[in-house]
Nanobody, 122 residues
Framework: QVQLVESGGGSVQAGESLRLSCVAS????????MGWFRQISGKERERVAV???????YYPESVRGRFTISEDKAENILFLQINSLKPEDTATYYC????????????????RGQGTQVVVSS
């Protein structure tokens, strides 16, 4: 079992930046995938960034260029840097992990955090 705890959310103005963190209770066995999903009110949960144990990274077109995923393997922390925040980025952001490889489906990730709220005002 792996417990994931997110932090770093908050209320910001449009154009500002945030860095979300996700601390894992232990390192993931390779191969693995770790990532961030978000749920905007009234919409389905969507994947916004993933990184696998080979270091491959994927972002959907909607966030590419503004979102950056990274990990500190020594400390078992996953990060999501979000720049140039927009009101439409307002959502609850969730950290998730799975073995062995990445999936676009939230339901495929057995390890999930409780979420951290991001509110962006214009």
């Amino acid at each position: 079992q792996v417990q994931l705890v997110e932090s770093g959310g908050g209320s910001v103005q449009a154009g500002e930046s945030l860095r979300l963190s996700c601390v894992a209770s232990r390192g993931m066995d390779s191969p693995y995938c770790m990532g961030w999903f978000r749920q905007i009110s009234g919409k389905e949960r969507e994947r916004v960034a993933v990184i696998d144990s080979d270091g491959s990274i994927y972002y959907p077109e909607s966030v590419r260029g503004r979102f950056t995923i990274s990990e500190d393997k020594a400390e078992n922390i996953l990060f999501l840097q979000i720049n140039s925040l927009k009101p439409e980025d307002t959502a609850t952001y969730y950290c998730a992990a799975r073995n062995p490889w990445c999936s676009h489906r939230w339901s495929d990730f057995p390890y999930r955090g409780q979420g951290t709220q991001v509110v962006v005002s214009s």
